[in-house]
């Protein structure tokens, strides 16, 4: 089998030392990527750790396809403990700094301790060393992005940076790389700002080959030629047909559907795109650069979810508002996700959907945790009551789009995430609308026959997660094709997969995660058989933990506590 190679790195940034250490025995069995992330976290990180605490770990990790020269594969993997879901949790980006990451000739980083300074850390394959940035404090993204490149001659492709959000310990910050691409969900920035880091940067020259099959420049040439609506409007090219079969979050999710779509459509949105975009090596360049000459104002995106978050979900109707969202948040270090949603749970409090000023102004009050922005920063789940509105998360997260009220698939889904209400950790919903062949498609409603396909697109999105493979090669992957790809059986790597869904799993169990948290918002018909069939499917109790007697079994592969 295919895994990435090279030591782990592991970096206290309280004492400010760091070492490295041969991890060869479990790069073979976790690929790399988010299984090798999760299985280091498992072993590693205490399971009663303070999300924001000294005591969590941060492990960056590449994975074997990093070393192609294949699409779909410029994008890396983090993981850590949630401060917005208190579960163990991997979040993924793209961008190019999965290439500069590889050239540290490290598999893997892991980031512990907390300094007492704001320090960037800079990683080569000749060591790692300390600066300290108090005059950064509270920069934007671009402002610590600038600096690096002024003062270290390194572009934004090497580095991966907090913003204020993430410093001021905002439950769903990101962490920002390449500027405006973002490991979004679940908080990671905030968990980088608590251990003072504002930055790290990675360069070397170090790569360590990995052997692929000529496959790579097959499924290269087929990216580069597809005639995929997504090469021209990215994730929005859903949104109309999203509204139209009305899965599409409306007004802090009163409505599935928005009478002003076509003003905040994909259609808008490749009006506004200038120029292509893509991350490193693939010609499939899915990215939305976009810029409005009227107001001069240029960011990338939005993406579908955001225009769902900061769209429809908020009552904007302009194309350029979004924008300005997208960009406030890219440039204070935000996931648009849920950053959208919470500010959209506020317009409902205040019955001001719709309002652009008072939209940008609560994102930057978010980001300084300033008035109500310091309640709104605790997320949803956290500040709904006082609010005075629903709480629509699952464990903590805020609703991606892709309503699971229309796409009960999805629904189940996004209860049985171990990260809560996220689309890509399933994504069942192309199976639904359908974006699938026919053959595979299932009706939107009702749960029949989807537990298992539910197991499947688990398990092997975390392979996905582990390689690293982008999920919108979905139509260019076969089973076959992972197997000659990386070398496996593929009820080998849905094996490793499910894995890794039970190593989460059985840390949030630790963490006081069950059944009752595998949960909705909504009824969907026949939920709670389809949560016994899920778990059946698994082997896993019925009251949503993991049994002993099977993470005895992954245990045997996972590294030994320090
Ligand atoms: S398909 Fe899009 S998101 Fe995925 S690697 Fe290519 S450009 Fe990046």
């Known amino acids: 089998m295919k895994h990435v190679r090279g030591p782990l790195c592991t970096i206290d940034v309280g004492e400010q030392t760091s070492e490295t250490e041969r991890i060869d025995d479990l790069l073979e069995s976790a690929i790399g990527g988010r299984a090798l992330g999760t299985k280091l976290a498992h072993a590693r990180i205490p399971f ?10 941060l492990y960056f990790a590449t994975g074997p396809l990093q070393h192609a020269t294949m699409s779909f594969t410029g994008r890396m993997s983090a993981t850590g403990v949630s401060p917005l879901t208190d579960g163990l949790l991997s979040s993924n980006a793209g961008g190019f700094l999965s290439r500069n990451f590889t050239a540290t000739g490290y598999s893997a980083v892991e980031i512990t301790g907390a300094s007492d300074d704001l320090v960037i850390v800079h990683v080569t394959d000749d060591g790692v060393s300390f600066e300290a940035v108090p005059e950064l404090e509270e920069a934007t993204v671009p402002e610590t992005c600038a600096y690096i490149d002024d003062e270290h001659g390194l572009g934004s492709e090497h580095t ?15 962490i920002m790389t390449s500027e405006e691409r973002a490991f979004g969900r679940g908080g990671l920035g905030a968990v980088l700002g608590a251990k003072n880091v504002k930055a790290i940067t990675f360069d070397g020259d170090s790569t360590r080959e990995v052997d692929l099959p000529a496959l790579q420049m097959e499924i290269h040439g087929e990216a580069a030629q597809s005639d995929s609506p997504m090469r021209d409007q990215g994730t929005t090219s859903v949104a109309t ?16 559907s928005y009478e002003h779509i076509d003003d905040i459509s994909g259609d808008r949105v490749e009006e506004k795109k200038y120029k292509k975009g893509t991350c490193s090596a693939c010609a499939f360049a899915c990215k939305l650069p976009t810029k409005d000459e009227e107001t001069g ?8 979810e955001t225009l769902m978050a900061f769209g429809s979900n908020s009552g904007v109707d302009d194309i350029v508002d979004v924008m300005k969202s997208n960009k406030l948040c890219d440039e204070l270090g935000l996931d648009t996700i849920s950053a959208g949603d919470v500010v959209a749970a506020y317009l409902a409090s205040e019955d001001e959907f719709g309002d652009a000023d008072l939209i940008h102004e ?7 945790r300033d008035g109500i922005g310091d309640t709104l920063a605790e997320g949803v789940a956290r500040c709904h009551d006082e609010l005075g509105v629903d709480n629509w998360s699952v464990k903590g997260m805020e609703f991606a789009a892709h309503d699971g009220r229309t796409l009960n698939g999805q629904g189940l889904a996004f209860a049985t995430s171990n990260r809560g209400a996220d689309h890509m950790y399933a994504e069942f919903y192309p ?3 359908p974006l699938v062949d026919a053959d595979d498609a299932f009706d939107k409603a009702g749960l029949e026959n989807k537990p298992p396909k539910l197991v499947e697109l688990e398990n092997i999105n975390a392979i996905k ?17 992972f197997e000659t790809l990386l070398d496996a059986d593929y009820e080998e790597l849905l094996a490793i997969g499910s894995e890794v869904v039970a190593l989460e799993r059985h840390f949030n169990n630790q963490r006081g995660f069950d059944r009752a948290d595998d949960t909705l918002p909504y009824e969907i018909p026949d939920f709670e058989q389809g949560l016994d069939e899920y778990y059946d499917e698994r082997d896993w109790n019925d009251d949503g933990t993991v049994p002993a007697s099977e993470l005895e079994t992954i245990s045997e592969t996972a590294p030994a506590d320090d």
Request: net charge negative.
């Open 297 to 304: 104002l240029e960011t990338e995106g939005p993406e579908y």
């Open 160 to 174: 991966v940076v907090v913003g204020p959000a993430g410093e001021n310990e905002v439950r769903f910050a990101s």
């Open 465 to 481: 997660d582990s390689a690293v493979l982008c999920k919108f090669s979905r139509d260019f992957m076969t089973t076959e094709r």
């Open 48 to 57: 009663d750790a303070d999300p924001l605490g000294a005591d969590n770990n």
């Open 431 to 433: 199976y639904e609308y």
């Open 241 to 256: 047909y999203a509204n139209m079969v009305e899965a599409l979050p409306t007004r802090y999710f009163s409505e599935l």
């Open 362 to 368: 609560t994102v930057e009050k978010i980001a300084y």
